[in-house]
């Protein structure tokens, strides 16, 4: 079992800043591909980024590519997600998961998810 807790979100204006953490409990943090999703009201659980056990691969969904980055501290089985240059699009509850079967950008695969951490950019 992993347990999964994100933190770090909060109110800001766009084009501002926000890092979010996932904190890993439970066995094997270090051999599951974690990712961030999102979802907005209304809308569904959308892909954002993934980050492989190493860390040396990542992937992004377009609408963040350049604007945010993923990583992760195995030592500290933590998961990152720097945001940057928000933007009101970016308004939604951000979750990560873990998961170690592909593919990695469907929700689906994922077995494990934190509670979420509400992010707001307003224009």
């Known amino acids: 079992q992993v347990q999964l807790v994100e933190s770090g979100g909060g109110l800001v204006q766009a084009g501002g800043s926000l890092r979010l953490s996932c904190a890993a409990s439970?066995?094997?943090?270090?051999?599951?591909?974690m990712a961030w999703f999102r979802q907005a009201p209304g809308k569904e659980r959308e892909f954002v980024a993934h980050?492989?056990?190493?860390?040396?691969?990542?992937v992004y969904a377009d609408s963040v590519k350049g604007r945010f980055t993923i990583s992760r501290d195995n030592a500290k089985n933590t998961v990152y997600l720097q945001m940057n240059s928000l933007k009101p699009d970016d308004t939604a509850i951000y979750y990560c998961g873990g998961a170690n079967r592909a593919p990695y950008k469907s929700r689906g695969v994922y077995d494990y998810w934190g509670q979420g951490t509400q992010v707001t950019v307003s224009s």
């Open positions: 439970g066995r094997a943090f270090n051999t599951y591909i």
């Open positions: 980050i492989n056990w190493s860390g040396s691969n990542t």
